[in-house]
């Protein structure tokens, strides 16, 4: 047995039980037997490509048959059998996976529309079965570490794609390990001067203050057991090149003012013991002034939750240290695809956050056809990509906005007669305007007139929200019948 394979049963020897690993097999098989003779670009055979693609799945602790059709993904794509066959001996769930994922595959233009169309495809798949999302990623990953093969065009158009499509994707739910590997390997293949310009940097880096972290490390480990913190996981991660290079840019080049370039982690059992921790390292270094954040009172919209504080060393070098515990570090690196799993054995629900965003994307695409999707794209980017922000209502209720947001696109989201009979808003008690940019954390009250019919037409110029935008222009919309046959009245 080839390497490839070897690798993939270790994987799932470790992981899943014996009739999840038969389930697995006898795809494996299935799919060898279906691309046999078949040679890819980088010269191995067709099925070390299966296997890496399965040994990715079972990496993220995904159900057997999420592994069984990836495994099986381009079997209907690339050789005789079809997804019938498929339905035949592995079932529907299995079968329509497939189907999904060679779906997404087929691309048929080029340029922006090709962009447009491919992001649709990614949406449309990602509403009807986000496990057919983590397969997708699982194969562009594996063909992003044999890229090399590929000639320089396609390498190119591929990489783009990574880093428009795939990264950012990944980062909306909340895989950061994925986001950051596929924006590294599109940069490496984008921008391979600054590339390795900031391997380079990173590398010096970790030689220079390598040993004074481990120290750190030791140190704290010792003081946070000397505490009676139980179950305490301690380790250092560098920081994803392309996510550096971002940061240079913005502190023109100059390397010292990133605190994060390697963060230390220490990950620990509870919430409880996240605080203490932190309290235990304050204790052992001075922390530098405002550099304390508290994502787990207030996640990342991404959901991301984790203390981060940077703290002096002996010497007074700056350390930065990220305190989280196993769960938040889990669904940190993996998002949605942890909650998928987490799901599965019943041991917790998936983050509200992100439910409430997989709603509000499968909404998106039950308004959208392809024809008017290209009109939509620009606001859809908006809605999507943006940063989030989050406002309270004078209830209590946190509604998730993208940033910019007013108080209009505050009260169509909470319900369009409260954005039609809007006349005036108290943002953290004070009155203010109706296009006044909210930010996170503001308390935002919106102040209806009941006997108000209609939305005002100028709100359009500075809402941000498709939604909101959308309300208005139905309310002004609905009007103009009768505004019609009322003046048809006046003239008969
Ligand atoms: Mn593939």
């Given at each position: 047995?080839?390497?490839?394979?070897?690798?993939f049963?270790?994987t799932l020897?470790?992981r899943y039980s014996?009739e999840d690993v038969?389930l697995i097999e006898r795809a494996f098989?299935?799919a060898?037997?279906?691309?046999?003779?078949?040679?890819?670009?980088?010269?191995?055979?067709?099925?070390?490509?299966a296997a890496a693609v399965g040994t990715k799945l079972a990496e993220l602790k995904l159900p057997s048959e999420v592994i069984a059709a990836g495994v099986l993904h381009d079997v209907?794509?690339?050789?005789?059998?079809?997804?019938?066959?498929i339905?035949?001996?592995f079932g529907d769930d299995i079968a329509s996976m497939v189907g999904a994922v060679?779906?997404l595959?087929?691309?048929?233009?080029?340029?922006?529309?090709?962009?447009?169309?491919?992001?649709?495809?990614?949406?449309?798949a990602m509403?009807e079965d986000v496990r057919v999302i983590f397969i997708k990623f699982a194969d562009?990953m594996h063909?992003?570490?044999?890229?090399?093969?590929?000639?320089?065009?396609?390498?190119?158009?591929?990489?783009?794609?990574?880093?428009?499509?795939?990264?950012?994707?990944?980062?909306?739910l909340?895989m950061?390990?994925y986001?950051?590997?596929?924006?590294?390997?599109?940069?490496?293949?984008?921008?391979?001067?600054?590339?390795?310009?900031?391997?380079?940097?990173?590398?010096?880096?970790?030689?220079?203050?390598?040993?004074?972290?481990?120290?750190?490390?030791?140190?704290?480990?010792?003081?946070?057991?000397?505490?009676?913190?139980?179950?305490?996981?301690?380790?250092?991660?560098?920081?994803?090149?392309?996510?550096?290079?971002?940061?240079?840019?913005?502190?023109?080049?100059?390397?010292?003012?990133?605190?994060?370039?390697?963060?230390?982690?220490?990950?620990?059992?509870?919430?409880?013991?996240?605080?203490?921790?932190?309290?235990?390292?304050?204790?052992?270094?001075?922390?530098?002034?405002?550099?304390?954040?508290?994502?787990?009172?207030?996640?990342?919209?991404?959901?991301?939750?984790?203390?981060?504080?940077?703290?002096?060393?002996?010497?007074?070098?700056?350390?930065?240290?990220?305190?989280?515990?196993?769960?938040?570090?889990?669904?940190?690196?993996y998002g949605v695809a942890a909650h998928w799993r987490y799901k599965e054995t019943?041991?917790?629900?998936?983050?509200?956050?992100?439910?409430?965003?997989?709603?509000?994307?499968?909404?998106?695409?039950?308004?959208?056809?392809?024809?008017?999707?290209?009109?939509?794209?620009?606001?859809?980017?908006?809605?999507?990509?943006?940063?989030?922000?989050?406002?309270?209502?004078?209830?209590?209720?946190?509604?998730?906005?993208?940033?910019?947001?007013?108080?209009?696109?505050?009260?169509?989201?909470?319900?369009?007669?409260?954005?039609?009979?809007?006349?005036?808003?108290?943002?953290?008690?004070?009155?203010?305007?109706?296009?006044?940019?909210?930010?996170?954390?503001?308390?935002?009250?919106?102040?209806?007139?009941?006997?108000?019919?209609?939305?005002?037409?100028?709100?359009?110029?500075?809402?941000?929200?498709?939604?909101?935008?959308?309300?208005?222009?139905?309310?002004?919309?609905?009007?103009?019948?009768?505004?019609?046959?009322?003046?048809?009245?006046?003239?008969?």
């Amino acid at each position: 047995m080839p390497f490839a394979f070897e690798k993939f049963k270790e994987t799932l020897d470790n992981r899943y039980s014996q009739e999840d690993v038969a389930l697995i097999e006898r795809a494996f098989e299935f799919a060898k037997t279906a691309h046999e003779g078949q040679v890819r670009v980088t010269g191995e055979p067709y099925f070390a490509h299966a296997a890496a693609v399965g040994t990715k799945l079972a990496e993220l602790k995904l159900p057997s048959e999420v592994i069984a059709a990836g495994v099986l993904h381009d079997v209907s794509e690339d050789t005789q059998n079809t997804i019938d066959d498929i339905r035949e001996n592995f079932g529907d769930d299995i079968a329509s996976m497939v189907g999904a994922v060679t779906k997404l595959g087929k691309v048929k233009y080029r340029g922006e529309d090709r962009y447009a169309e491919n992001l649709r495809k990614m949406f449309v798949a990602m509403a009807e079965d986000v496990r057919v999302i983590f397969i997708k990623f699982a194969d562009r990953m594996h063909n992003m570490e044999t890229l090399y093969a590929l000639e320089e065009k396609k390498r190119i158009r591929i990489a783009k794609e990574v880093l428009e499509i795939y990264a950012p994707i990944a980062n909306r739910l909340g895989m950061g390990e994925y986001r950051g590997l596929f924006e590294d390997y599109a940069f490496k293949y984008l921008q391979p001067k600054e590339y390795s310009w900031t391997q380079h940097l990173l590398e010096e880096r970790v030689k220079k203050f390598g040993p004074a972290m481990e120290r750190a490390l030791k140190n704290v480990e010792f003081e946070i057991r000397k505490h009676g913190i139980q179950d305490v996981d301690l380790n250092g991660r560098v920081k994803h090149c392309y996510s550096l290079h971002k940061k240079l840019l913005r502190y023109k080049s100059d390397i010292s003012k990133v605190y994060d370039l390697v963060a230390l982690r220490i990950i620990v059992k509870d919430v409880p013991a996240c605080y203490a921790a932190l309290g235990i390292l304050h204790g052992l270094y001075t922390p530098l002034p405002g550099r304390i954040k508290d994502y787990i009172a207030q996640p990342k919209p991404n959901g991301y939750q984790s203390l981060h504080t940077s703290v002096f060393d002996e010497q007074g070098s700056v350390l930065e240290f990220q305190i989280r515990t196993h769960q938040m570090h889990e669904e940190n690196e993996y998002g949605v695809a942890a909650h998928w799993r987490y799901k599965e054995t019943g041991t917790t629900t998936p983050n509200e956050r992100q439910v409430h965003w997989m709603e509000e994307l499968a909404q998106i695409q039950k308004e959208l056809s392809t024809s008017d999707f290209m009109q939509h794209l620009n606001e859809l980017k908006l809605d999507m990509f943006s940063d989030r922000i989050f406002v309270f209502t004078p209830r209590g209720d946190v509604i998730d906005l993208p940033e910019q947001s007013t108080p209009i696109d505050l009260a169509y989201a909470i319900h369009s007669e409260i954005g039609n009979k809007a006349v005036q808003t108290r943002v953290n008690g004070e009155i203010a305007s109706l296009d006044t940019p909210l930010k996170s954390g503001d308390l935002c009250e919106i102040i209806v007139d009941r006997n108000r019919k209609l939305p005002n037409e100028d709100w359009l110029d500075f809402v941000k929200t498709r939604h909101a935008r959308e309300k208005i222009r139905d309310a002004l919309r609905g009007t103009k019948p009768g505004l019609w046959s009322s003046l048809m009245k006046h003239v008969r």
